[in-house]
């Protein structure tokens, strides 16, 4: 069982560059987020989808775009990318709805731009 | 604004004695509450909860009290292993709502053996 899987795990950009990060989950969840770690400001979430099809805007959603069109694929881009940008991200999917459970989190990809 | 504060960044203990972080939260809303431990280059991993209507949860080594007039809660892991040494985070979230997790910026604990 993979669990949540994210692809590429590192990548250097260049300033201006557009990339795409692919989070894939097979637990069947219905949610799924994007996160960014940065140091010292802990996790912050920046788009999200609660279903297939379906997205909304976090805390820090400037700068990135995503699409949720297979309920097991979350896809981050990033249109034009900025040093500002350099950060780990996280992908996590949930079960979501009423049930209280935790959220299971892929291993992150480290983005570097310059 | 934020949200979940984790006011230490950082705790060392001695292998065998009690760790405790904390974690303080604004929001009122909240009625679920989750650590999650992660190690460098990995990702957070689920490590215990607690819905807002009990004021204890235990699982093993670790215990969460939850303290709802004070807007607090607390991770104890006893006894503290070498092992344990990792980033901690406090998440919260609002039932109903959009599931959103909100994090605390994280305690890196350590223990010395």
């Given at each position: 069982n993979?669990?949540?899987?994210?692809?590429p795990?590192?990548?250097?950009?260049k300033?201006?560059q557009?990339m795409t990060?692919?989070?894939?989950?097979d637990?069947n969840?219905e949610?799924?987020?994007w996160?960014r770690?940065?140091?010292?400001?802990?996790?912050?979430?920046i788009?999200?989808?609660?279903?297939?099809?379906?997205?909304?805007?976090g805390e820090?959603?400037?700068g990135?775009?995503?699409?949720?069109l297979?309920?097991?694929?979350?896809?981050?881009?990033?249109e034009?990318?900025?040093?500002?940008?350099?950060?780990?991200y996280f992908?996590?999917?949930?079960?979501?709805?009423?049930?209280n459970?935790e959220?299971?989190f892929?291993?992150g990809t480290r983005?570097t731009?310059? | 604004?934020?949200?979940v504060?984790?006011?230490?960044?950082?705790?060392?203990?001695?292998?065998?004695?009690?760790s405790i972080?904390?974690c303080?939260?604004t929001?009122s809303?909240?009625?679920?509450?989750?650590?999650?431990k992660?190690?460098?280059?990995e990702?957070p991993?689920?490590?215990?909860?607690?819905?807002?209507?009990?004021?204890?949860?235990?699982d093993?080594r670790f215990?969460?009290?939850?303290?709802k007039?004070?807007?607090?809660?607390?991770l104890?892991?006893?006894?503290s292993q070498?092992?344990d040494s990792?980033v901690?985070?406090?998440?919260a979230?609002?039932?109903?709502?959009?599931?959103?997790?909100?994090?605390?910026?994280?305690?890196?604990?350590t223990?010395n053996?």
């Open positions: 993979a669990g949540v899987t994210q692809t795990k590192f990548r250097v950009l300033t201006g557009s990060l692919l989070c894939a989950q637990m969840h949610y799924m987020y996160y770690q940065d140091p010292g400001m802990g996790l912050r979430l788009h999200y989808s609660v279903g297939e099809g379906t997205t909304a805007k820090v959603p400037d990135y775009n995503v699409s949720r297979k309920k097991q694929n979350f896809l981050l881009g990033l034009s990318a900025a040093p500002s940008q350099t950060s780990v992908c996590a999917s949930s079960w979501g709805g009423l049930m459970t959220a299971f892929g291993q983005l731009v310059v | 604004d934020q949200q504060k984790q006011n230490s960044p950082s705790l060392s203990v001695q292998e065998g004695r009690i972080l904390n303080d939260y929001n809303m909240f009625d679920y509450f989750l650590w999650y992660k190690y460098p280059a990702g991993t689920f490590l215990i909860s607690i819905s807002s209507i009990k004021d204890k949860n235990e093993g215990t969460v009290f939850l303290n007039s004070a807007k607090h809660l607390s104890h892991i006893v006894p070498p092992g990792a901690y985070f406090c998440a979230k609002r039932q109903g709502g959009s599931e959103k997790l909100v994090f605390g910026k994280g305690t890196k604990l223990v053996p």
